[in-house]
T-cell receptor, first 114, second 112 residues
Framework: DAGVIQSPRHEVTEMGQEVTLRCKPI?????LFWYRQTMMRGLELLIY????????DSGMPEDRFSAKMPNASFSTLKIQPSEPRDSAVYFC????????????FGSGTRLTVV | GNSVTQMEGPVTLSEEAFLTINCTYT??????LFWYVQYPGEGLQLLLK?????DKGSNKGFEATYRKETTSFHLEKGSVQVSDSAVYFC???????????FGKGTRLSVIA
């Protein structure tokens, strides 16, 4: 398996533009997680899905953020409109449902909003 | 609620020194415990895990023992290398479909 695949690896955009981050989880994993990592706040859970259904989006900072999982092999995180304070590294991770298992993380998308 | 507390960094060690990174947790039930490592410019990778009390997880010379009596899962390595320089995260996960709860991470720098 190629692991969790995120695209793009780097994104530079202007304030106000729409940004879409993409994630392909590991085949057979039923849970998918979106995290944001910054120096100030560390690793923050934004939202997670079980069996393609959003379970908890309480970590999504504002209505400008939205996430979808239309099928078991694809998820998107969208920011519209983007702001400079959204600059961070965004990670996607997937896991089996069972509680004993760990996560497999993607390599992340480094977002810079100027 | 569930939470993880790990020692603040950064930790700077000379090559071949002994490493301990402390981690304690608060949890309802009987969680599984994990250590993740993040190398510069990469995502987090699972380093080791333990799923029940007194289990020892080990990988790449790193070890951690699940201590229920002290609610701890300290990470140790007998002789660190420059290549071990990274950020280390302690985490727990309760049973069911609950997400991992991460500590804030500890940055380790190993100098030659």
């Amino acid at each position: 398996d190629a692991g969790v695949i995120q695209s793009p690896r780097h994104e530079v955009t202007e304030m106000g533009q729409e940004v879409t981050l993409r994630c392909k989880p590991i085949s057979g994993h039923n849970s998918l997680f979106w995290y944001r990592q910054t120096m100030m706040r560390g690793l923050e859970l934004l939202i997670y899905f079980n069996n393609n259904v959003p379970i908890d989006d309480s970590g999504m900072p504002e209505d400008r953020f939205s996430a979808k999982m239309p099928n078991a092999s694809f998820s998107t995180l969208k920011i519209q409109p983007s702001e400079p304070r959204d600059s961070a590294v965004y990670f996607c991770a997937s896991s089996l449902n069972e509680g004993e298992g760990g996560y497999t993380f993607g390599s992340g998308t480094r977002l810079t909003v100027v | 609620g569930n939470s993880v507390t790990q020692m603040e960094g950064p930790v700077t060690l000379s090559e071949e020194a002994f490493l301990t990174i402390n981690c304690t947790y608060t949890a309802t039930g009987y969680p599984s415990l994990f250590w993740y490592v993040q190398y510069p410019g990469e995502g987090l990778q699972l380093l080791l895990k333990a799923t029940k009390a007194d289990d020892k997880g080990s990988n790449k010379g790193f070890e951690a023992t699940y201590r229920k009596e002290t609610t701890s899962f300290h990470l140790e390595k007998g002789s660190v290398q420059v290549s071990d320089s990274a950020v280390y995260f302690c985490a727990l996960r309760n049973s069911g479909n609950t997400p991992l709860v991460f500590g804030k991470g500890t940055r380790l720098s190993v100098i030659a």
